[in-house]
């Protein structure tokens, strides 16, 4: 079966479209999800099978740029070529784009009032509350030691100082490394101390 024939049992310019402009725009969480919802449409229509996914996705990975748009593209460059590949991208890309569009100018209006910056400023506390916590249910296991708990607290204390000199986030985690490498261990043979973590057997 050659490419002519698979475009004409393909879905028509409409379908094609039509299909793409749902599957690609109800999601929330990335290109893959439209991806999967996309290639569980084609093929349960009988459009598209294993192998062609497979190839589309291997070559949209490999492309530069969004994903989920270089696989709709070849989607319509399947069936119809320029004649589906054009509409297939701008079914794909141009109502997300009005989404992003509308709620970025709303944003831009409400910000002004009391109650919507209010929001806006419990939400990050919490959202920071649940990272600190996060942080600490991580680090508390490697505090039993005094050393290590000293350790903790003066990356802390770096960590927080170049956080409030306005470092970026990259520079904060380089220099909390490298002050949490340059704190000796009080241990004179070179190692970690007993009991501690990854301490030598």
Do not use: C
């Not at 409409?14 to 299909?19: D, I």
């Not at 599957?23 to 991806?35: P, Y």
Request: hydrophobic share 55%; glycine share 10%.
């Amino acid at each position: 079966m050659n490419l002519s024939d698979r475009r004409v049992e393909g879905p028509s310019l409409r379908e094609l479209v039509r299909a793409i402009a749902y599957e690609a725009n109800r999601t929330v969480g990335g290109g893959l999800v439209s991806i999967e919802l996309l290639r569980r449409r084609f093929t349960a229509s009988g459009w598209l099978d294993a192998a062609s996914h497979g190839v589309f996705i291997a070559v949209s990975r490999f492309t530069p740029g969004t994903v989920v748009l270089a696989y709709v593209v070849m989607l319509g460059w399947r069936f119809h070529r320029w004649r589906g590949a054009l509409p297939a991208l701008a079914a794909a890309s141009v109502p997300a784009s009005l989404i992003v569009l509308g709620l970025a100018a709303t944003l831009a209006q409400i910000d002004g009032y009391a109650a919507v910056r209010a929001l806006l400023a419990v939400g990050i506390l919490v959202a920071g509350v649940l990272v600190l916590g996060s942080a600490w249910h991580l680090i508390r296991p490697y505090l039993g030691e005094k050393h290590l708990r000293i350790r903790a607290l003066v990356v802390g204390l770096v960590a927080l100082t170049l956080v409030l000199l306005g470092a970026t986030p990259v520079r904060v985690l380089l220099a909390a490394a490298v002050v949490s490498i340059a704190i000796p261990f009080p241990d004179s043979t070179g190692g970690t101390p007993e009991g501690a973590p990854y301490a030598r057997k």
